[in-house]
């Protein structure tokens, strides 16, 4: 009977290991994203239009390539992770989703601030494709997650990747 229960046990450990390493995958995505997404505000704050505007535009555009770069790495990692989240540990990326949400939304705010001084340097278009090339890769990235969530945490993380495209799509709009 013992040797039952520590069979069971063991079996156990490996899932929950193996939920770990998925989970520790998509906290690894959602860090590289976000830091791309601080940089990018740094690019973005910095904009003050003048005689540097092509080159503090063009600053910004690369910058926000790589959020769009971050966010496809993020979600090819986590279409190869092997295993779905344990419940538990779901629990661990809605949180780390809600400071992804927050920061997109805070550099949504400042880009949209910016509007005027994109636009004298006509790089508004520019930035309006970039934003809706994030929107479309973030949709996959929520899609890839998703599909590591236990059945029961899916509508959540469904719901959390909605606000996130919203926010993304308010810059969008902003820019039409």
Request: hydrophobic share 45%.
């Amino acid at each position: 009977m013992q040797l039952k229960n520590l069979v069971v046990l063991s079996l156990l450990g490996g899932a929950f290991a193996q939920s770990a390493a998925t989970l520790s995958t998509i906290t690894d995505g959602f860090s590289s994203i976000s830091s791309a997404l601080d940089t990018l505000d740094t690019a973005v704050k910095g904009l003050t239009g003048g005689a540097d505007a092509a080159k503090q535009t063009a600053d910004v555009t690369s910058k926000s390539e790589a959020v769009a770069a971050a966010i496809n790495a993020a979600t090819a990692k986590i279409t190869g992770a092997k295993d779905t989240l344990a419940l538990t540990d779901a629990l661990g990326v809605s949180t780390a989703s809600d400071k992804l949400l927050e920061k997109t939304n805070t550099v949504i705010t400042d880009l949209i601030g910016k509007k005027d001084v994109i636009a004298k340097a006509n790089q508004a278009a520019t930035v309006k494709s970039q934003l809706a090339t994030q929107e479309k890769a973030s949709n996959a990235l929520a899609d890839a997650i998703v599909a590591k969530m236990p059945t029961l945490a899916q509508s959540i993380a469904k719901s959390k990747a909605a606000k996130i495209s919203e926010a993304i799509a308010k810059g969008v709009t902003a820019f039409t």
